[in-house]
């Protein structure tokens, strides 16, 4: 059983990752497609626009404003900054703080992967979740048979970009447990 199954492979599920593993904990990423990181790839135009150098908690419109803030507090665009530093990874920016690769967005997901192998996280690709319940624990159907874990993140994102496997699925567990 794992600490944490986290349900989507983009951008903010890989990194939910890294941090969970970082805390010693047990990770799972499932993502339906064959591979992690589709919208990375495809972000500003195949460079990755990977942080913006001028976000603050008045970018974002919240129910609860001061989450932005402490969320904001707690991680930088500068920490985002040295981690791609550390990968060397080039990168430029391009207008009102906005960075992006030099080469390719493709070094933003391999960074990512290898974050992900230093915390020891298991990803599994072309793997669909079917169901989610919860009693104790929380258990998943899978295409690749049952899981169990003792937390689960849906890191799904929106139905932005249909055409790279983006689905309702986040929508529909939301319903389901009432969030």
């Known amino acids: 059983m794992n600490d944490v199954v986290i349900i989507g492979g983009g951008a903010a599920g890989l990194f939910c990752a890294i941090e969970a593993g970082k805390r010693g904990r047990r990770v799972m990423v499932i993502e339906h497609n064959a591979q992690v990181g589709r919208k990375i ?22 129910e609860n404003p001061h989450f932005c803030k402490s ?11 040295r981690l791609v530093r550390k990968h060397k990874i080039d990168y430029y920016e391009k207008k009102l703080g906005q960075l992006f690769c030099r080469e390719s967005s493709r070094q933003i997901v391999d960074m990512l992967l290898a974050e992900c192998e230093r915390a020891k996280v298991e990803i599994r690709v072309s793997c669909e979740v079917k169901s989610v319940t919860r009693n104790d624990i929380f258990e998943m159907e899978t295409t690749a048979g049952k899981l169990r874990a003792k937390n689960v993140v849906i890191a799904t994102g929106g139905l932005s970009y249909p055409k790279i496997g983006a689905t309702d699925f986040g929508y529909r567990i939301a319903d389901q447990f009432a969030i």
């Open 41 to 62: 790839l495809i972000s500003g135009g195949g460079r990755c626009n990977f942080t913006n150098l001028g976000t603050t908690a008045e970018n974002f419109l919240s």
């Open 71 to 81: 969320a904001l507090a707690r991680y930088t665009p500068q920490d985002f900054v």
